[in-house]
């Protein structure tokens, strides 16, 4: 499947669907709790390290939400994690920071 199918098929609670102007304060009430990569999650991430050229070693994840992809990336990568929710940030175990990718 390729990967720009596997992308628009996230679910609507999906924070990817909030628009960019939305206050930090929305995306502080989603349950950020859980950090497993289910099923389609993980078909997402590893479709997403198959496009990373080899001689990459660093990446920045915007938009990392509560770092579930953000951890996968971790074991191959130096990840920096950005969302602009300070509680999902709160679940990220990675160098992180409180931004919005509109103020980047």
């Given at each position: 499947?390729?990967?720009?199918?596997?992308?628009?098929?996230?679910?609507?609670?999906?924070?990817?669907?909030?628009?960019?102007?939305?206050?930090?304060?929305?995306?502080?009430?989603?349950?950020?709790?859980d950090?497993?990569?289910?099923?389609?999650?993980?078909?997402?991430?590893?479709?997403?390290?198959?496009?990373?050229?080899?001689?990459?070693?660093?990446?920045?994840?915007?938009?990392?939400?509560?770092?579930?992809?953000?951890?996968?990336?971790?074991?191959?990568?130096?990840?920096?994690?950005?969302?602009?929710?300070?509680?999902?940030?709160?679940?990220?175990?990675t160098?992180?920071?409180?931004?919005?990718?509109?103020?980047?």
């Amino acid at each position: 499947m390729p990967l720009s199918s596997q992308i628009e098929d996230s679910p609507p609670q999906a924070a990817g669907r909030f628009k960019p102007g939305d206050s930090p304060e929305v995306y502080d009430r989603l349950d950020w709790g859980d950090e497993s990569l289910g099923e389609r999650l993980r078909a997402k991430t590893d479709a997403v390290l198959s496009l990373i050229p080899p001689d990459v070693r660093t990446l920045i994840d915007i938009g990392c939400g509560n770092g579930a992809i953000t951890h996968r990336l971790a074991e191959r990568y130096d990840v920096t994690a950005v969302d602009r929710s300070e509680t999902a940030l709160s679940f990220v175990r990675t160098r992180k920071m409180r931004a919005s990718s509109d103020r980047i």
